[in-house]
């Protein structure tokens, strides 16, 4: 809450305690005198004047000591109550000892030591009810603010936390691109060194192709399920015109999961992956499938292939296709994105999982 609040809220506070203390203050007399005389006008006048200002100064004593400890919250207003009661009781006794000079009433004046002494008893109440109103006041305004600043460090911290997630995840997607260039570009020296140069011009045509389409893409953003399976298959065009027939490829996704939204480049180091170490040793045809599926309120990928294991090492330490996706998939979605891998007697498979989103949905937000 900003100051000026409240200052118009202590303002109300005062300005309404001390316009209903001069009302009941004239009661009695309007019940049994009559009306209010001049002298009793002027001393609620007064009454008024002073004891908003001196009101007030106790406020800026509870708002002075407000950070401090409790014991000396506590001792700041009751100083500044009973200096204010006091203050305020002797000018009132003095008042109306002035008042009483030039406008007597007939009745003999009281003591100026009794005066004081029976407003100060009257007005310490005033003051303390005063004081202990501006500290549940400003107590509740001091809440409010603190609250108000956890709430902005909180949303400091989401954005420099999803600043960093997204440094991270560009820092992962352009990781792939010199590791699937240098494959390619590989790819390609072999053909023009057993002089394929058909193919070989084929696989640089459509590798200009492909690094078009991929490399000005945004590297942390989500992309459509179908998009990203089309810049799949860029891919595998590139490598068909390297082994021909010895690879064959299907896609299966539901027409009701193309919309679902995937992080940008995650296939593709899978394909590569059975590129290499399934189609690529072996003089048979090797299948290669990527299967989209919806278990739950997660979306299932698979890509597997059906090559000749032998003794071919696990791929899941090899190069960086899949630890870097496992990276990706924990910043993006924590423990609900997995990837697994697993051998098998005839063949390989990973198996991407991760929350369901779709095109009008929200970014999901990096698990704590």
């Not at 954005?159 to 792939?176: G, I, N």
């Not at 492909?210 to 399920?225: M, Q, S």
Request: hydrophobic letters at 50%; glycine letters at 6%; one cysteine or more.
């Amino acid at each position: 809450m900003k100051p000026n609040t409240d200052i118009r809220q202590a303002a109300t506070l005062i300005a309404a305690t001390w316009i209903l203390t001069a009302i009941f203050l004239t009661i009695p007399f309007h019940l049994f005198r009559g009306g209010a005389g001049l002298n009793l006008l002027i001393s609620l006048l007064h009454l008024l004047t002073v004891g908003s200002l001196l009101s007030f100064g106790v406020y800026l004593a509870v708002r002075a000591a407000r950070r401090r400890s409790r014991y000396v919250r506590f001792a700041a207003t009751s100083v500044a109550v009973v200096l204010a009661a006091a203050a305020l009781s002797m000018s009132e006794a003095l008042i109306s000892e002035i008042l009483d000079a030039y406008f007597p009433e007939g009745a003999r004046p009281a003591p100026f030591a009794f005066r004081a002494t029976n407003a100060f008893a009257a007005l310490i109440w005033e003051f303390a009810l005063l004081g202990t109103a501006f500290s549940l006041l400003d107590a509740n305004n001091l809440a409010r603010e603190r609250e108000r600043e956890l709430a902005l460090a909180r949303e400091n911290a989401t954005r420099a936390e999803a600043a960093a997630s997204a440094a991270r995840l560009a820092a992962l997607r352009y990781q792939l691109n010199p590791h699937f260039l240098f494959n390619t570009l590989n790819a390609i020296s072999s053909l023009i060194v057993t002089r394929d140069y058909g193919p070989a011009d084929a696989m640089l045509g459509k590798l200009s192709e492909f690094l078009r389409a991929t490399l000005a893409a945004n590297p942390d953003a989500l992309i459509l399920l179908e998009d990203e399976l089309a810049t799949l298959q860029h891919y595998l065009e590139i490598e068909s015109a390297r082994f021909g027939e010895r690879l064959e490829v299907a896609f299966v996704c539901p027409s009701d999961l193309n919309d679902a939204l995937v992080p940008s480049f995650v296939l593709q180091p899978l394909v590569e992956n059975a590129i290499k170490y399934a189609v690529a040793p072996s003089a048979d045809p090797v299948a290669v499938r990527v299967e989209a599926t919806r278990d739950g309120d997660d979306l299932v990928i698979f890509v597997e292939d059906d090559g000749a294991s032998g003794d071919a090492p696990a791929r899941s330490g090899t190069g960086v296709g899949i630890p870097n996706i496992r990276q990706r998939l924990h910043t993006l979605y924590g423990s609900r994105g997995t990837i697994e891998t697993t051998k098998r007697e005839q063949g390989f498979v990973s198996i991407l999982r991760f929350p369901l989103t779709r095109r009008a949905a929200h970014r999901p937000e990096q698990a704590a």
